[in-house]
Nanobody, 125 residues
Framework: DVQLVESGGGSVQAGGSLRLSCVAA????????MGWFRHTPGEEREPIAT????????VYADSVKGRFTISQDDAQNTVVLQMNGLKPQDTAMYYC???????????????????WGQGTQVTVS
């Protein structure tokens, strides 16, 4: 099975930056799309960024547009979420996801993805 491992979470002051990474481990693997989500207690998991690897299209939630950037490294097995201008309301557990259902477009939802990481905590004060 494919395993996704996130890293890079931590605590930062408002206005600061963090860089989250998600490495896909397992058999030779190529995903059609990758995404980042976040979750806070009492709320539904929120999709925040999707990257379609075929054409490089990126889609963002309005809440992070202009501040966060999703990208894929040259090895094609790591997706990065660069987060700038962090706000206290960005505090959440952040998850990466891989493999979208065929035909998924736009900001992909939780149900569109097959594989999930274990999450990394981001705290902004």
């Amino acid at each position: 099975d494919v395993q996704l491992v996130e890293s890079g979470g931590g605590s930062v002051q408002a206005g600061g930056s963090l860089r989250l990474s998600c490495v896909a481990a397992g058999p030779t693997y190529s995903s059609n799309c990758m995404g980042w989500f976040r979750h806070t207690p009492g709320e539904e998991r929120e999709p925040i960024a999707t990257l379609y690897t075929g054409d490089g299209e990126t889609v963002y939630a309005d809440s992070v547009k202009g501040r966060f950037t999703i990208s894929q490294d040259d090895a094609q097995n790591t997706v990065v979420l660069q987060m700038n201008g962090l706000k206290p309301q960005d505090t959440a557990m952040y998850y990466c996801a891989a493999d979208c259902r065929f035909g998924t477009r736009g900001l992909a939802e939780s149900a569109d993805f097959t594989y999930w990481g274990q999450g990394t905590q981001v705290t902004v004060s």
